[in-house]
């Protein structure tokens, strides 16, 4: 039986992948393969002559494979719009990843992947206590790299493309806890539109920046992604310095 998550918007239901889905989810992706190869996550390879297709049996074992949390499903009217699928890197705890993320063309350009499924799925990683989350794409991805950093993804210098979401250590730190308490981390993260690498340069460190705004209220982290550590937190009146 599927597991389904309450949605604020009634058009559109998460579910939990179940053998039941295996059918209609080969469907989906085979009609993205045959008819929307550009637009899917396999976009940065040349499309072949003979389209590699997927059978439900091959879903429903991979499904089953060692670190896969889960694969995610958004449905309207019951019909598969939007998948993504979340492994334990190393079976620990510590690092999750994202990947294998897939919308209709008709609901992309839209932020129905993120706002409906990637966010829940976020907040359900911060919430199992993970340290940081990985997704893996490519420098071309135009449409996906700007809303993988909206919510908190960093590009990772020197990979083609690796980014890095530091919010669920940022989450878990004493010195954040009191504003996450009273301000939302998704809708108060403050966001610039931008392809490349996200690091920047300080005192010999290699860091990512990551802010929030909420009316009068700041806070600012900066994380050494090298070492997956905090650097700094500064908050509205004081600065607190980890590293």
């Known amino acids: 039986m599927a597991t389904y998550w309450v949605c604020n918007c009634p058009m559109y239901m998460r579910a939990k992948f179940c053998p039941e889905d295996a ?18 996550s396999l ?18 074992e991979g499904n089953l494979q060692a670190g896969r949390i889960g694969t995610f499903l958004l449905k309207r009217d019951e019909t598969i719009i939007a998948m993504l699928q979340i492994d334990d890197r190393y079976g620990d705890g510590r690092v999750a990843i994202f990947s294998g993320a897939e919308t209709h063309p008709a609901y992309q350009r839209r932020g129905t992947l993120w706002r409906h499924l990637g966010g829940p799925c976020l907040r359900e990683m911060c919430n199992r206590g993970f340290e940081r989350i990985e997704a893996i794409t490519w420098p071309f991805n135009r449409k996906g790299i700007p809303l993988y950093k909206r919510v908190g993804f960093r590009a990772v210098p020197g990979t083609s493309l690796i980014m890095e979401n530091y919010i669920p250590l940022i989450l878990n730190h004493a010195e954040t806890r009191l504003f996450f308490k009273n301000n939302d981390f998704i809708r ?13 340069e300080y005192r010999g460190l290699s860091l990512f920046e990551y802010r929030w ?27 607190v310095v980890t590293a």
Request: hydrophobic share 40%.
């Open 23 to 40: 059918g209609p989810l080969a469907d989906f992706l085979n009609d993205l393969r045959q008819n929307h190869w550009t637009l899917t």
């Open 188 to 200: 108060t993260l403050q966001y610039q539109r931008s392809y490349g690498c996200d690091a920047v």
């Open 43 to 60: 976009a940065f390879q040349r499309q072949p002559d003979v389209i590699p297709l997927v059978r439900p049996e091959e879903l429903i």
């Open 213 to 239: 705004k909420s009316g009068e209220e700041e806070l600012q982290v900066m994380v050494d992604w090298q070492h997956q550590r905090i650097a700094s937190i500064h908050c509205a009146a004081s600065l």
